[in-house]
């Protein structure tokens, strides 16, 4: 279970690093697009664009649907939750840690917990 939200994770993180990625994630979040409208900003071949949309699609961030003859991209909802689980946690974990470490700086001694 842990393995398989992990591996989701690293998937949306893949997705997340490409600034073209980005740039198509920003313009859904101000609705859907066609695919040809989302490739026109871009100087690459479309099926360049489209592996992008895949990309985007496997780390669960977007949803495609063809409307006729025209392919439509928007946003999946609660696509960013997990992420936002994951980057809470952490930030939890390490104001914890730094809590403690001013605990220790305060008082000069630290319990055997403490220094994890």
């Given amino acids: 279970m842990i393995q398989s939200h992990m591996a989701k994770l690293d998937r949306t993180f893949h997705a997340l690093a490409d600034p073209t990625r980005r740039a198509v994630l920003t313009r859904l979040a101000h609705g859907p697009g066609s695919v040809g ?21 496997e ?28 980057l809470d946690a952490q930030r939890r974990e390490w104001e914890g840690r ?15 917990d403490d220094l994890r």
Avoid: S
């Avoid at 409208?37 to 699609?57: C, G, I, N, S, Y």
């Avoid at 006729?68 to 696509?79: F, K, S, T």
């Fill in 98 to 112: 730094t809590d403690r470490l001013a605990a220790f700086v305060e008082t000069g001694t630290a319990n055997k």
């Fill in 59 to 86: 780390g669960g961030l977007i949803r495609t649907e063809k409307r006729g003859r025209v392919r439509v991209c928007h946003l999946a909802p609660g696509a960013f939750a997990p992420v936002a689980e994951w």
């Fill in 37 to 57: 409208d989302l490739a026109r900003p871009f100087a690459m071949t479309l099926p360049t664009f489209l592996q992008h949309l895949r990309v985007l699609e």
